[in-house]
């Protein structure tokens, strides 16, 4: 497993591994993102594999899930990345831990209720992307 990093060191380690650019568009990078949420993880997720160099639009992007974890996962390099506890490597999962069906609607996951998870995908959250009824 990868070595957890202190929160104080997590953007410095990230924008150094990015080269203090954003990932996603090539601008200054001015915020380390949490690739998967850190509230997914025992521990805080503060691992290299979990952060990204986001510059502040594409950090919002990436907060409400209009850039996938692949996408941005894939834009640093990251083919190993730290998962939660009990997350599958199989599997697709967004940046608050809602599970990405093939069909591109989501499972609920273990923040669906949490409200910065419910503000930053409000514009989803009732228009069938999440299915309701799952086993």
Known sequence: METLIDRKSFKAKVFERDGHRCVICGDPAVDAH?????????????????????CSDCHMAAETTEFTVGRI?????????ALPEGFASDRSY?????????DLRRRPGPLFDDPGMRKALARILYDGTFIKNWS
Do not use: T
Not at 94 to 102: F, S, T, Y
């Open 94 to 102: 967004d940046k608050w831990g809602n599970e990405v069906l093939a």
């Open 34 to 54: 949490h690739i998967l949420e850190r509230k997914l993880f025992s521990d805080g997720g503060y691992y290299l594999s979990n952060g990204s160099s986001l």
């Open 73 to 81: 996962r894939s834009a640093c390099g990251i083919d190993k990345p």
